[in-house]
């Protein structure tokens, strides 16, 4: 109607008359019955039960640890209740001093036994290590115990669980030591500023140099390259670029040429460019810097990578977690005990020590986990969630010392090329572990230190005092702590783990002499991996686009390229579609909930587990053992 | 719709002009076009739809089970629950002339006069002999302590929703002999102590953490012990029978019961008898009921 203008007869033209006019505008009304798939629908149980589990935000994680522990380390104590539980060496040999020797002047020597490290302690009937010793004198003293234990604490003494989730990206100082200086670090680098390398132009060597021996350029096919080294896996692609920062401060782009330097393994962690002939004042053998990776260099705001260190928080707190012994499950290595004989234990009692135990354990949690208000560090919809484990050591017998400061030395926190140590003998970890290099410590989102807790008890003193028992405060639903090393690239919308998170504790010295293995600010320990994941969602393989002029079906946490004009994201799969990639998910959906489940193999690494391939005069010259490649014959 | 009765131009629906005759009455159909829709009909639709297909098939309901602990005491720092449960018997005395508990003869004639330390914590009374129970011969291992768990005291309409069992295999032992010959033995005797470590079946009670479905708080808790032996169940009292005034004429709701409480929000249950908490320091005893 909005087109339609009516003019009075007499105007339409000069001699024209006034005519009656008659317009039908009829009253519509439209009304019309709802279609008939709007008014009926087949009830479809199948639909229904997929229906109700693509809605659902909840999940109920469950898993199951095996723990591989070998138990590594011995040494000395006069603390009775260690001295009188521990898996003893020597023990002939020490009886025999022990004769005409006065009391406590004879340090029982052995392994601490697998209670210690277990994840459900089990020594809860031991006297005077954790059952009271009522006092016989008037009045009577302080029953004579180490801790009175408490049985709803068996699975909460050593270590807490959790769960937590990528919460955001943060920067992190990192040092990796190649072996070459043991105290300095060879290479020092922020995450964000990527992947460090060391520079390689000629062949020259420690040893050529010295003799005054002329290096030869580097070549490959005939072409001059430079070379770059780096301690992780680099991620590249052929026909990809980097971005390179020297030490110097020179950045520049330059395309990949080829990767590794000729030898079995290196492909990963060595790449090589074109060398046309830059000045020597660039690129000097021996350099160090870091890199980005570029997918194409013409777009090098969508295409450059991200690299950063993942914050986790947790969401459940230690008495959520539901830890149980898994039915029958043991794992292959067995358990390791033996009978301590009487006469060769410091207080003549007999029993069964044990080193290692095979039991397997199942972890699940009080407290439902409504993922609904979660955004993951790239803030997408969560589609993984972590089990969180951390020591906690309640017994006293790790951390203990403390730091030039005087602050407290808890647990301590690396990546995986922070695990070797840096000599032959693999008595040495890397100086990054040292009590007083503060990056490397346990720290919450304000990077201070978690707190440690102190008690003491009747037994035994330090220089006149009381012992002081350490142990790490539990965490609490809300606390962050770190994760792994990621790359993350905004054109590919696919994060890549470079370097896993670890964790590292020692024993308390003034309780456990390690001998000449226990310096005190930087002993010897055990390493674990905090974090593990737990997919509960899948992202799809492929990548979707969208135009800014077709905004329907862009998810919120879609990329915006402003080189492309254009949305870009990962679909999410629905829960139970696979698309054959391992892609998607498929857990149990009951109750109205999602059971995700996974097996974990929970490792306690002595030192020396992870090694450097150079200090053993071997032909790699990286961190990370040399994987054998298949060739063309395979 | 207007109905006019003017002889007038008149100006209607914004610029429309119509010049109308004079005479009769004119009507004229005035457009107040009327498209009107309910806002939001699809989504209605679909709720509508969502709300009866939840009354046909239903909601998905949670009936995933939890464990629950018994509930700390002694300032948070305990959490085993006790258990002791006794056996009738006739003291008799032995060579020595100790006495000791023996099979009864006759229990239902016995029991209107025996006192209550007749009651004791031994498998001897029930048919048991001390070789049985040290060698574990399977009509011992095979016997076990049910606690059942019901929704109410009253026999009629109460159901019972779920069953503890307590193996003989736990508990607390005692010195006895199985031989002059030889040395004395530790034999099992019905007094347990449970918690997260140690002797922990039976000690958790597994129920529904979400009330949704069944809303209940409280349970009333009913011993009886499977004699495998004779295959027979023996059930059990709070009290001793010698302690109730009509020793087989007496309400059922007092005597065979114990109340659990759960703590949905702690995950933890208590048991109390009449106002006392029980299983912490002191045992929650069973009798075994002889009937007349």
Redesign the interface.
Known sequence: ?DDI??V?GSLRYKTAT?T??S????????TKN?EEF?RS?D?N?VQ?FDD?RQK?TTF?PVCKFQVLFNNSYTGATNYEPLENNLYYINETALTLKQCGASLNSVQWEGFPQYDEFDF???D??VSGYTVPIPSTATPPLQPMVHV?F???S??TYNWNHFVSYPYKNIDKVMNYYDGTNPLTPSLVWNAVDGIPFFVKIDDSTGASIANGITPNPLLEGGNPIIRFKCPVKHGLLESEFVKIKLSSGYVNTFQVFSFGDGLPGTDEYIFNIFNIGYSASIFIDGDTGTFKRIINYENPNDTTSKYYVIQHKIITDVNDA?LVNAGFEKNIFGTKKKFESPVYTPNNVKRVSIKENAQSYTLSF?KDIDVSELRDNQKRPISELYITTIWKGYFGLTFGSVDNNGNDVGLKQGFDFNLSPVDNLFNTPQPWWEGNNVESNFVDSNNNPYPIGYYNTPYGTVNGAPIDFTYLKSLKSGDTINGNFCEWNDYEQKERVISEMYHKFTFNSDLFDMSLMDDNNNQLGYYYKPNRRMKIRGFSDYIETGSINSMAGVPDYSYFSTTYNSFIWRDLYTYGFNDGLGNGVDYPF????HYPYENFIFRIIPEGTNYIESNLNNYATLYGAAQPTKDNCE | ?GRLNQQKTIVN?N?????L?KGDDKYI?????????FLGQ?DA?EEY?QNV?ED??G??????V??F?HA?YSSD????IKYNFHFFSDLQPDSNGNLVPTVPVNPSTLVTTAPSNYWVTSYVPEGFTETEIYYYVKSFTKSFFKLDFYDSKDTITQTNYFTVILPVQQGFTVSASTSPYKPSVQIKIPSFKL????DKEGFFLYWL?NKKFLNISKFYMTAKFFDARLGVFVKMTNTPQSNITSKFMFDPEIYFYYEVRLNYNE?TYEVWDNSVRRGTSVPIKWYEYINP
């Open positions: 109607m203008r009516i009075l006034d009656n006019l317009i039908p505008t009829p009253l519509v009304q439209n709802l709007d629908i009830v149980l229904i109700e659902s109920r459900i302690r089990s809860y009937n009175d408490v049985a709803r068996a699975s539901v009080n009951l109750n109205g909930k | 719709m629906n610029s429309y002009k119509f010049t005759p159909n005035i457009p107040i076009e009327i498209k009107w829709d699809g639709v739809q297909v046909i098939v909601f998905p309901g949670d009936f995933e939890l464990r602990a700390p720092t305990k959490t085993d918690d997260y470590v140690g953490r995950k």
